[in-house]
């Protein structure tokens, strides 16, 4: 258990909807990014937050937004799915924004139908 | 721009048969290279840093070492449990950001 949670566990949902995925770093982890991972593109950077700000962007579609709030957890939209959405969604926390080993935690499978 | 390529892609072992796996990276500015393992279905488990060439880590039956361009997974008398994808990440550049680079991963099965 690497102390990052994640929910839901599994998302069903239609093309077109907005689904919200959550993430809870580690205890004392002020940095929070956001990877996908399907199976063609591997792992993905997303985004990534430190103490509430925007720290760096990926490869994040316009249709995707992310936010972290005071106590630290931290949020995924994604609107107006698309077939091509349906990934693994995976958080990671670390203490600093740079350089610290990034702890993930188990994920959010994301099915768009 | 920063590149990981692991290699093989797939390997298949006999319990006790040790072999390497290989990460070789293009990235301005190694800011520190991670192996990960990870579980179908599941978060990357981290196993390892490594911070400049010349570095080893070891935990129990795995070894990481690295040079200027590439990074090995070494696994010594490897048992079923040790099947998993190996993930190979690293972090460059200037700036102060945690992006990192994964590469494909290494499927590594190990048969009794």
């Known amino acids: 258990d690497s102390g990052v949670t994640q929910t839901p566990k599994h998302l069903i949902t239609a093309t077109g909807q907005r689904v919200t995925l959550r993430c809870s770093p580690r205890?004392?982890?002020?940095?929070v990014y956001w990877y996908q991972q399907s199976l063609d593109q591997g792992l993905q950077f997303l985004i990534q937050y430190y103490n509430g700000e925007e720290r760096a962007k990926g490869n994040i579609l316009e249709r995707f937004s992310a936010q972290q709030f005071p106590d630290l957890h931290s949020e995924l939209n994604l609107s107006s799915l698309e077939l091509g959405d349906s990934a693994l969604y995976f958080c990671?926390?670390?203490?600093?924004?740079?350089?610290?080993?990034?702890?993930f935690g188990p994920g959010t499978r994301l099915t768009v139908l | 721009e920063d590149q990981v390529t692991q290699s093989p892609e797939a390997l298949r072992l006999q319990e006790g048969e040790s072999s390497s796996l290989n990460c070789s990276y293009t990235v301005s500015g190694l800011r520190g290279l991670f192996w990960y393992r990870q579980d179908p279905g599941k978060g990357p488990e981290f196993l390892f840093t490594?911070?400049?060439a010349g570095e080893e880590k070891e935990k129990e039956r795995l070894k990481a070492t690295l040079t200027k361009k590439e990074s090995f997974l070494h696994i010594t008398a490897p048992k079923p449990e040790d099947s998993a994808t190996y993930l190979c990440a690293v972090l460059g550049g200037s700036s102060n950001t945690g992006k990192l680079i994964f590469g494909q991963g290494t499927t590594l099965q190990v048969k009794p």
């Open positions: 205890s004392g982890d002020l940095s």
């Open positions: 990671a926390s670390s203490p600093t924004p740079q350089a610290d080993t990034q702890y």
């Open positions: 490594l911070y400049s």
